[in-house]
């Protein structure tokens, strides 16, 4: 894995000294590969791209960046791994004889890198990137053209920021793969964008097109942003997103989820036999791609579905035990590393497991504005660094079993959310809000003291916890959603209402709508009959790449550790979308398919159990030994002076949580990420 970085003058030789600066911007992202660097330069186009590389593939000079194509035309910075580049090569070459061993034109080395450029040469840029099994991010220069190519992998498992910064004969168009390289750019001055903080508090994670800071955007997954000439010398007004063009800026999808969803719902696999066989097949060999490497290799097992389907395919396939990774805590209800350990031993595994006390834990949290480098909110993110540190030690690449939720209907919300809204669709939307300000008129204590009674003839581990902030969470919702998508925005938001919450700057702040962040589909897959489907394509749009591949990526690359997603292999993603619904949810529980195929390898008695996430218990560490840390950053008068936030309703739901009334970890955890975040950049 690598990190990449450049710029575009609006003025070329606005600037001295272009290829140090992009040096020092590289440097900011060295983690993302510590073992070499680079730069290269057209002073008259006023284009410079820099390069930090983590040797996976081809570890002599010959895979050093940034690489030019051998005629010349392209000069590319490349972030990823193409796993099918030996095939493509052996296409390449029967397309042309020279660039076999004995010919004048041979390979240089055997990078990925090298295959990528030689196919731009041969069959352009987006035919090229159909052709390709993988994820990436980079910057591509045509000096003949004079053009300028960003773009991403199909899910967003590489990540890519662009914008503009810089003033007068330095203005510049700006991109990298973190925002930290961008802050290095002389007279980077953008302020904190209030929409995206919006949507932060919503998702507790910024997601595309948008990023912290105005004027600066992430390329979305599955798309190429082009720039012809000189570059546009200011951001458009609102975010692009494709087919879109802002002067001699154009955006375009070279791959769509959306079409890939509709095809997969028109012609779906009824047959569950044949079914189950060709996931199994095409995971496997998923597996076995992404298995090659130049440097050690291992996996993430959980003990779950999903990573215990990759290991038991890696182990399957492997000649010596498969190195394997957990992480354990020691608090009571959060250690899953015991289910690892059974799965670990049943298959065989070289397993490594670390055990870390909560101090150990919470020496995280001062790393995580740096590392993320934007507000990011989702907790899990602690245990992901501790896995991901801990996995370095031994090896340099890993696989996970991340994105087998949102392709085989994992989350509790696909099953769930359908079932509670059979039991309030019924009712006419005006009864609904009546009945929610009934359950919200009656406090919290009311509520509690209610279920008193009940709990007193329950045992312990059945009893009714927090009912009073369970019923006011389902009165919010019966007085906002009006449809099974309503539902679903509500419980995929932690601040319900961000403008509460979020200032706007001079009047209140109009939140954009979530449904811009998403591209259509057909309206006969708008029925309550493909509800849950909607739910699986609006998470993985939204919730995959900007939370959790992004959560991965960063908790990963801090380490110099490379992660590599077989269910996103985009043939496993088009037969997971073939799958029926039942296929995927079949008695209140999901993965149907995907449990298929790991019952060969495992026994289900190992593996059947409640779904848990990979969770911290920030609650009690907010009320413990983060609550100083947390004191600070939540004091009213600093809230107010910053002005970013109403501080009302974050003291209130503060109080509320220190009394233990209510558990608002989650909430207060956003503000207090935004609040580090910011504290670290100012």
């Not at 983590?54 to 791994?81: K, T, W």
């Not at 215990?308 to 992480?327: C, D, G, H, W």
């Not at 009912?467 to 539902?487: E, F, I, M, T, Y």
Request: with cysteine; aromatic share 10%; net charge neutral.
């Amino acid at each position: 894995m690598c990190g990449i970085v450049g710029f575009l003058l609006s003025q070329p030789g606005g600037l001295d000294d272009s290829e140090a600066l992009a040096a020092r911007m590289a440097n900011a992202v060295a983690h993302r590969g510590p073992d070499d660097c680079g730069t290269w330069a057209d002073a008259q186009a006023g284009i410079v791209l820099a390069h930090r590389r983590l040797s996976i593939l081809d570890l002599s000079p010959a895979g050093h960046q940034p690489m030019a194509s051998s005629s010349g035309r392209y000069v590319i910075a490349f972030n990823g791994e193409v796993y099918n580049h030996l095939e493509l090569r052996a296409e390449l070459e029967r397309m042309n004889p020279c660039l076999r061993e004995d010919g004048r034109n041979k390979w240089r080395g055997h990078s990925d890198t090298e295959t990528l450029l030689v196919g731009f040469e041969y069959w352009g840029i987006e035919a090229t990137l159909d052709k390709t099994v993988g994820m990436f991010a980079f910057a591509l220069w045509d000096v003949q053209q004079r053009t300028l190519h960003l773009a991403r992998d199909r899910f967003g498992e590489k990540p890519l920021y662009y914008g503009w910064a810089g003033s007068g004969a330095g203005r510049a168009f700006v991109f990298g793969s973190e925002l930290k390289a961008l802050r290095v750019f002389p007279g980077f001055d953008n302020q904190v964008c209030r929409q995206a903080l919006a949507q932060f508090m919503r998702f507790m994670v910024v997601p595309a097109p948008r990023s912290i800071y105005q004027g600066i955007y992430k390329l979305e997954p599955g798309c190429v942003l082009t720039i012809t000439s000189t570059p546009p010398t200011e951001a458009p007004a609102q975010p692009l997103r494709p087919p879109a063009t802002h002067q001699s800026l154009s955006l375009r999808r070279w791959w769509s989820l959306a079409n890939l969803v509709q095809a997969g719902a028109y012609d779906p696999i009824t047959d569950e036999v044949k079914a189950v066989n060709a996931l199994e097949q095409i995971l496997a060999d998923a597996v076995r791609m992404q298995s090659l490497a130049d440097v050690p290799l291992g996996a993430f097992l959980s003990g779950g579905v999903d990573s215990s389907t990759i290991v038991a395919l890696m182990q399957q396939q492997a000649t010596r035990p498969v190195k394997t990774f957990t992480v354990g805590f020691e608090e009571a209800g959060f250690d899953e590393s015991l289910h690892a350990r059974a799965v670990a031993k049943h298959l065989g595994t070289d397993h490594t497991e670390l055990f870390v006390t909560a101090a150990e834990a919470q020496t995280v949290v001062a790393q995580l504005p740096d590392m993320y480098d934007e507000p990011f909110a989702d907790s899990s993110q602690i245990p992901t660094h501790l896995v991901c540190r801990s996995a370095r030690q031994h090896v340099t690449v890993v696989l996970s079993g991340d994105a087998g939720d949102e392709l085989f209907g994992g989350y509790n919300r696909y099953f769930w959310g359908p079932r509670i809204w059979a039991k309030l669709a019924w009712l006419p939307y005006p009864v609904r809000q009546a009945l929610g300000a009934a359950i919200s008129a009656v406090p919290l204590a009311g509520w509690d003291a209610m279920s008193r009674p009940i709990n007193a003839m329950l045992s312990v581990d059945r009893g009714l916890a927090q009912v009073g902030d369970k019923a006011h969470k389902l009165a919010a919702r019966l007085r906002g959603v009006r449809n099974l998508d309503d539902l679903y925005l509500s419980l995929v938001s932690e601040w319900q209402d961000p403008a509460q919450v979020v200032r706007g700057e001079g009047e209140g702040l109009v939140v954009e709508p979530p449904s811009l962040l998403y591209d259509p589909l057909p309206g006969s897959l708008a029925s309550d009959s493909y509800s849950a489907l909607r739910m699986m394509y609006r998470d993985s749009m939204t919730y995959l790449p900007c939370d959790i591949l992004c959560k991965v990526d960063r908790a990963a690359m801090a380490t110099s550790l490379e992660t590599r997603v077989p269910f996103l292999d985009h043939r496993v993603a088009e037969l997971a979308w073939r799958l029926p619904l039942d296929m995927k949810i079949r008695g209140g529980q999901g993965k149907w398919a995907l449990r298929q195929v790991l019952y060969k390898h495992v026994p289900r008695e190992l593996i059947d159990r409640p779904k848990a996430g990979f969770g911290i218990p920030v609650g009690q560490w907010l009320r413990g030994p983060l609550r100083p840390w947390a004191e600070g950053l939540l004091d009213e008068k600093r809230l107010l002076q910053e002005s970013y936030f109403y501080p009302a309703p974050i003291r209130q739901k503060w109080a509320e949580h220190l009394a233990g009334r209510r558990d608002h970890a989650a909430s207060l955890w956003a503000v207090l990420m935004f609040q580090s975040w910011l504290e670290s950049v100012s």
